[in-house]
C-alpha cells in the first residue's frame, strides 16, 4: 500500500508550481530577517513609521536585491526578473516599504536607467545604494491619468544653456509625490519641454529639491500630503517649482535631447508615439503593483483560511459541538474561489515577468512582443489590484470583528493596499487603454489612435483578427478543439469546454465594441460623443480579455505540471476558477443564449461541488502561497 501524500508535501509541490522560473529568489525572500521587511507591531505615529521605513529601505539596500534591476553597464547585474520577484515578495511585509522601494529603484532610479543617457548614468550605483535618495515627480493636482496634458513646463532657455523648470498654476502643482514629503533628495520632473517657443511634448528632468541637510532649495516648496488612509510609512508631498534652473545636462535625452547648439532631436519622429515609447519604458511598475497587490491578497487570504478552518460557530441540532467555519457552503464561497483568483493571477504574473525580462535583456526585440506586454501588464494590473481589494474586504468580513483588530494584519492589508486600483495608472483607465490596443491593427502604436482614430479603427476590426493578433496558445487551442461541439454534450468538467465559453464572450464584445464603433464612423456623427457612450463597452471587452488571458495561463501550468497529486489538486483549482468566471458573467451568457437557464443552474450547483471537494485541501492550498510565517503573526491565529 502507498504512503499517503502529507499536506505538507502536497503543499510544497503546489508552491513549486506557483513560484515558477525564480523559486530560490522567492525563497531567499523568505528566509529575510522579518525585521528588514515586516510591519510594525502596533501602530506609530506617522512620522516614527515614515523613519522605520526609511530605516529599512537603507538596509534593504545592503542585500543584492535593488541592483537586479539595473542593467552591468550602469552599476546593476540585469536581472531584471528577479528583481521584480523579489519586490514581489515584499508585498507579504509593510506595504510602506514595497512603495518606497518601488519609488526608489523602480520609478526614480527606473527613469534614470531607462529615459537617461551615459551622462545620467553615473548616478545610478549611489541611487542602488540608497546614498541619493530621490522621487518620480509625474502626477499634478490637475492631471493624473492624462500625463500628456501636464501643465509643468521645463523651457529650454539659449542665453545661459539651461531648463527652467515652472508650475505655472495651482493645477500644475506635483501631487501625491512618494519620496517628496521628508527624504528625496532629487526628482524625476515629469514636464512639457519647451524649445525656440515650440512644445516637444513631455519629457523627463532631474531636478534637485533639498540640500543635503534637508532644507529645500531656493525656487522649490515642499509640503507634506499629510495623513493618508493608508501607507503611513510613505512620504508623500506636493511640489512646487519657482522657474527654478537646472543645466541642459538634466533633461533625460534617450527619446528626446537638446544638442550643445540649443537644437532639439528626437529618433522618434512623432510626439505621440515618442510619448507612449517614453512611458512603455516604465512598464516594470505596473508589473511590480500588480505582484505586490496580488502577494498582500495570499497573505489575507492565508489568514482568513486557517481562521476559518479553526473558528467554530453553531452547533447543529442535536449536537454541542459547534461547526467549524470552512464547514458551511457561504464561507467556502467566500474564500475558495478567490483563492481559486490568487492561483490564476500568480501564474499570470510569472509569465508577464518572463515575457517582460526577455525585453528589457534584448532576447525580445520584436515591436508587437513590446505593445503586448503592456497590454498584459495594463489589463493584469487592473485585475489583480481589484482581486487585491475585493479579496482582503472579504477576508476581513470571513474573520468578524476578529479581521478589524491591528492585530490580525488584515486592517492594515486593506488600507494600504486600498490606493492600488489608482496608483501606476487608474483601473478603469488602464482597462480602456487595454480595449484600444485590442480594436486596431496598427502600424506604430496604440498611442497614435486619438478618440477619431479609436472609432476608425474600431469600425474596421474583426474579433477573429483580433483573437489571433493576441495569440490563444497552440496548447490551449487544442484544448477547446477537443471538447464537444453540441451543448447537449458538453459538461462543465471539460476544460475545452470552459475556455469555449470564455474565449466566446471576448470575441462577442470585440464583435459588438466594433459593430457600435462602425455605426459611429458615419458623417455627421459625434465622434467623441459616440466614444463616450461605448466606454461600459470598451472596459467589459478588456475585462473579458484579460480574463481568458488568465486562465489561458493557469490551462497551460496544469497541462505542464508532473502528473501526481499535486496536478490533479492543481486541476480542480483551474476548474473552479474558470467556472467562476464564466458565473460571474452567467447574466450575459443567458442574455446572448449561450447557456439556458437549466445549464447556468447547473453551473452553480457545479462550482457549489468543487468547493466542497476542495474544502479538505482549503489549508494546504494557501499554504502553498509560501508566505513567511514570521509575516502572519496574528492575535487570532495564536490564541492570544
Known amino acids: 500500500m502507498e504512503a499517503p501524500i502529507m499536506s505538507s508535501d502536497l503543499a510544497d509541490d503546489l508552491r513549486r508550481v506557483l513560484d515558477g522560473p525564480r523559486r530560490q529568489i522567492r525563497d531567499d525572500c523568505r528566509a529575510l530577517d522579518p525585521s528588514l521587511v515586516g510591519p510594525p507591531p502596533q501602530p506609530l505615529p506617522m512620522d516614527e513609521h515614515r523613519a522605520r521605513v526609511t530605516d529599512q529601505l537603507l538596509r534593504l539596500a545592503d542585500e543584492p536585491f535593488p541592483g537586479w534591476g539595473f542593467a552591468e553597464d550602469q552599476g546593476g547585474s540585469g536581472r531584471f526578473a528577479d528583481s521584480v520577484t523579489a519586490f514581489e515578495m515584499l508585498g507579504h511585509g509593510d506595504l510602506s516599504l514595497f512603495v518606497k522601494a518601488g519609488v526608489q529603484w523602480g520609478l526614480f532610479g527606473g527613469a534614470v536607467a531607462l529615459l537617461g543617457t551615459e551622462r545620467h548614468h553615473h548616478l545610478l550605483p549611489r541611487i542602488i545604494s540608497g546614498e541619493l535618495l530621490g522621487c518620480f515627480a509625474m502626477t499634478e493636482t490637475g492631471h493624473g491619468s492624462d500625463v500628456q496634458g501636464l501643465l509643468t513646463t ?51 528632468v532631474l531636478v534637485p529639491i533639498r540640500s543635503e541637510d534637508g532644507a529645500a532649495l531656493r525656487g522649490v516648496t515642499i509640503t507634506d500630503c499629510g495623513p493618508k488612509l493608508g501607507l503611513a510609512g510613505v512620504d508623500n508631498g506636493r511640489l512646487v ?37 517614453m512611458l512603455g519604458t516604465l512598464v516594470r511598475g505596473r508589473i511590480s503593483v500588480s ?19 479553526t473558528r467554530t460557530q453553531f452547533a447543529p441540532p442535536d449536537s454541542d459541538d459547534e461547526t467549524v467555519l470552512l464547514d458551511y457552503r457561504t464561507h467556502q464561497r467566500r474564500l475558495l474561489p478567490r483563492i481559486a483568483d490568487a492561483y490564476a493571477l500568480a501564474l499570470t504574473q510569472n509569465e508577464v515577468v ?3 525580462d526577455d525585453i528589457l535583456a534584448g532576447r525580445t526585440t520584436d515591436e508587437q512582443d513590446v505593445r503586448q506586454l503592456e497590454t498584459r501588464a495594463a489589463g493584469l494590473k487592473a485585475l489583480t489590484t481589484r482581486h487585491a481589494t475585493d479579496t482582503i474586504q472579504e477576508c476581513r468580513e470571513a474573520c468578524g470583528g476578529a479581521g478589524y483588530l491591528w492585530a490580525n494584519r488584515l486592517a492594515l492589508l486593506k488600507a494600504d493596499t486600498d490606493i492600488f486600483t489608482t496608483f501606476e495608472g487608474d483601473n478603469t483607465v488602464l482597462l480602456q487603454l487595454v480595449a484600444k490596443s485590442l480594436l486596431g491593427e496598427y502600424a506604430d502604436t496604440f498611442g497614435d489612435l486619438d478618440t477619431a482614430g479609436i472609432v476608425r479603427f474600431g469600425a474596421r476590426v474583426a474579433a477573429g483578427a483580433v483573437l489571433e493578433r ?34 466566446d464572450r471576448e470575441a462577442h464584445l470585440i464583435e459588438g465594441l466594433a459593430a457600435r464603433l462602425r455605426r459611429a464612423d458615419e458623417p455627421d456623427v459625434d465622434t467623441f460623443e459616440s466614444f463616450n457612450n461605448t466606454q461600459d463597452h470598451l472596459v467589459a471587452t478588456a475585462v473579458a480579455h484579460v480574463e481568458r488571458i488568465v486562465v489561458e495561463a493557469f490551462a497551460e501550468a ?12 492543481l486541476s480542480r483549482v483551474c476548474d473552479l476558477h474558470a467556472l467562476s468566471v464564466i458565473e460571474r458573467h452567467k447574466a450575459w451568457y443567458l442574455e446572448h443564449d449561450r447557456l439556458s437557464p437549466a445549464r447556468t443552474k447547473a453551473l452553480t450547483a457545479y462550482v457549489n461541488e468543487i468547493c466542497a471537494e476542495l474544502r479538505p485541501h482549503a489549508v494546504t492550498l494557501v499554504d502553498a502561497f509560501g508566505v513567511p510565517e514570521a509575516l502572519l503573526t496574528t492575535e487570532m491565529l495564536d490564541g492570544s
Open 470 to 503: 493576441t495569440a490563444v496558445r497552440g496548447l490551449v487551442q487544442r484544448i477547446i478543439d477537443a471538447a464537444p461541439g453540441r451543448e447537449e454534450d458538453a459538461t462543465f468538467a471539460d476544460r475545452g469546454v470552459q475556455l469555449r465559453l470564455i474565449c
Open 291 to 309: 505582484g505586490g497587490a496580488g502577494a498582500a491578497a495570499r497573505s489575507a487570504l492565508v489568514i482568513a483560511t486557517r481562521y476559518g478552518d
Open 154 to 204: 521645463a523651457t529650454y532657455d539659449r542665453d545661459t544653456d539651461e531648463i527652467v523648470v515652472h508650475t505655472p498654476s495651482a493645477e500644475a502643482r506635483k501631487d501625491y509625490i512618494g519620496n517628496a514629503a521628508r527624504d528625496g533628495r532629487l526628482a524625476a520632473v515629469f514636464a512639457q519641454l519647451v524649445v525656440d517657443g515650440t512644445s516637444q511634448g513631455v519629457h523627463c
Open 354 to 356: 518572463t515575457a517582460m
Open 558 to 569: 496544469v497541462e505542464d505540471a508532473e502528473e501526481g497529486p499535486a496536478r490533479d489538486l
Open 241 to 277: 517649482f519657482d522657474h527654478v534652473r537646472v543645466p541642459r545636462a538634466n533633461l533625460l535625452g534617450r527619446y528626446g535631447d537638446i544638442g550643445a547648439d540649443g537644437t532639439y532631436a528626437s529618433p522618434i519622429e512623432k510626439p505621440t508615439k515618442r510619448f507612449f515609447t
